[in-house]
């Protein structure tokens, strides 16, 4: 709300400078408005004098000078404006536009901190899309949380919003699970056969075989081998996406589409992406194998895109599988991919600019691993030696919300270790339960008010409001706007966190000083309606994060 209303303000006076012969008429350069890390000199302060001064040819500080002078603002909008440092302005608002505020977020409710800068524009976001071949695990769980989060924010911000899960049931992994149930099948019936070097060794794999056993009987043993590997991958594969469903859903990440690569392949998409690259002299042969010239986009060198099997490597049905998203009508992709398939991310863009996409319509947001800390010991991950945690007991462990909160409050680009015992901490140290915390006691408040005969009313004295404390809080809350466009659109849905504990420490330190419900009715009035608006804004913040706002706790 203030940030977004100062920087009309600053240009209007850019512009008043100008006309009165303070300034030259320039181009206005981007310029901040910042909240001062030493809030003592002011509410926000903007650097537009020291952006400005080089196409004004003046010093910053004279600019600055210039623009107070244009300024002009109302009294009851800025009480001060002070020129600072080399050429920065520090501005103080007014009572009366802080405590308009409140009024604001009581008027725009849950819709708080949206915004069109999105205008509209139709977004995939594609995440998850963890290979068909196990349980998804607590790797797969921070990729759910980013791109779901991630989502939530770019609805905020005007965009409309696919998920979507690529299903990858067309490679050789698939194939190898395949066998591998395979293996358990005939074991199952008294044949032992070993399970594959490169296939997959959990108990999972074994329940597999042991679900078509009691479905089938023994008829496939004596079946073709390519028929009875089809079965088994189709059942499989099947069963192995059921149960991620399920898991998701639980985990609360819906998906709108389930995309299957075998789909793609049986399309001739991925053939036409091709042949369209050969024509194009993208693609050359040699050693045996076809090759695509990837350097020509930035690549350290070129990468096969078909191997002599004549099976498409990885990224040549990416770019297949992107193409139908473009011809889908989406104006951008987003992938959430984990740090081992960064490799992809040169060769994916190179084929997808080889064939005319233009290099901003894909984003691909890379995050680092997780660690899950076991009292103290990090446990290791991998389906194909059965020796991982499974998203669905680490839900079970630590709750859904515990769960989503600790997945988001960490940088996509920053290795994480998941601390359990602190998950399950019903205590202030744990992040979660602190911030929800905070909306309980808020609820609180509320029914105590309610049962006392207090309520803010539709129209509270907000003139009663002058205590810095409030103003502390309100200031807070005034902030999630930019956070919400600032956690969008640099793509760090982590930032959501810190704000909310921002808001549960400022909440908590006004309900410490300030006195909700006294004997004066008017300023009782007045401070439940900043109550009320610290709820929305607590309850906006956990809900785009996925997280409950309880009532009680």
């Known amino acids: 709300m203030f940030r977004d209303a100062l920087r009309e303000e600053i240009r209007a006076a850019i512009g008043r400078a100008a006309v009165a012969g303070r300034l030259p008429p320039v181009a206005v350069p981007a310029f901040e408005v910042e909240v001062p890390r030493d809030r003592r000199h002011g509410d926000y302060a903007t650097n537009a004098a020291l952006v400005?001064?080089?196409?004004?040819?003046?010093?910053?500080?004279?600019?600055?000078?210039?623009?107070?002078?244009a300024w002009a603002p109302a009294a009851d909008r800025v009480a001060a404006l002070e020129v600072a440092g080399p050429g920065f302005i520090n501005i103080r608002l007014a009572w009366p536009w802080r405590r308009a505020l409140v009024a604001a977020i009581r008027a725009e409710g849950d819709g708080y901190g949206a915004s069109t800068v999105g205008a509209g524009r139709r977004v995939n976001v594609e995440f998850v899309s963890a290979n068909p071949t196990g349980p998804l695990h607590v790797g797969t769980g921070r990729n759910a949380v980013i791109g779901d989060v991630l989502a939530n924010l770019l609805a905020a911000l005007g965009y409309q919003v696919t998920r979507e899960y690529y299903i990858n049931d067309a490679g050789q992994q698939v194939h190898n699970l395949a066998r591998s149930v395979e293996a358990h099948y005939f074991t199952h019936f008294?044949?032992?056969r070993p399970v594959p070097e490169d296939g997959y060794h959990g108990d999972y794999v074994a329940d597999l075989a042991r679900r078509i056993a009691e479905a089938d009987g023994p008829r496939w043993l004596e079946a073709p081998?390519?028929?009875?590997?089809?079965?088994?991958?189709?059942?499989?594969?099947?069963a192995v996406i059921e149960e991620a469903r399920a898991d998701l859903a639980r985990f609360r990440v819906v998906f709108d589409v389930w995309f299957s690569e075998r789909s793609l392949v049986r399309s001739g998409a991925v053939d036409r992406a091709l042949a369209d690259l050969r024509a194009r002299d993208y693609v050359y042969e040699a050693d045996g194998k076809t090759w695509f010239r990837s350097t020509a986009f930035g690549d350290d060198k070129d990468r096969v895109i078909v191997k002599p099997t004549g099976e498409w490597t990885y990224f040549g049905s990416d770019i297949a599988y992107h193409l139908d998203k473009r011809a889908r009508g989406f104006d951008l992709m987003i992938d959430v991919w984990a740090i081992d398939h960064i490799g992809d991310v040169a060769r994916v863009r190179g084929g997808l600019q080889a064939l005319g996409v233009p290099p901003e319509a894909l984003e691909i947001l890379i995050y680092q691993h997780v660690r899950l800390k076991n009292e103290g010991e990090a446990l290791r991950m991998s389906k194909r030696r059965?020796?991982?945690v499974t998203l669905r007991e680490l839900i079970d462990a630590v709750g859904v919300d515990a769960g989503r909160y600790f997945y988001a409050m960490v940088a996509p680009g920053t290795p994480m270790d998941f601390d359990v015992a602190l998950a399950r901490a019903h205590s202030q140290d744990n992040p979660v339960y602190y911030v929800q915390y905070a909306h309980a006691r808020i609820a609180g408040i509320l029914r105590e008010a309610a049962a006392a005969g207090a309520a803010a009313g539709s129209a509270p004295p907000l003139d009663r409001l002058e205590d810095e404390r409030e103003w502390a809080l309100l200031h807070t809350l005034a902030e999630l706007p930019e956070v919400i466009r600032a956690a969008g659109l640099r793509r760090e849905p982590h930032r959501l966190c810190a704000y909310a504990r921002e808001v549960a420490e400022a909440f908590h330190l006004f309900y410490t000083h300030c006195r909700v419900l006294g004997d004066d009715p008017g300023l009782t009035a007045a401070?439940?309606?900043?109550?009320?608006?610290a709820r929305t804004v607590l309850r906006r913040v956990l809900g785009l994060l996925g997280v409950c706002a309880p009532e009680r706790m």
């Open 225 to 238: 081998e390519a028929a009875r590997l089809d079965h088994f991958r189709e059942v499989s594969v099947a």
């Open 527 to 533: 401070r439940l309606a900043v109550v009320e608006a």
């Open 386 to 388: 059965g020796e991982f």
């Open 52 to 69: 400005l001064a080089k196409a004004a040819g003046a010093s910053p500080r004279q600019v600055a000078d210039a623009l107070v002078e």
């Open 190 to 192: 008294g044949r032992p």
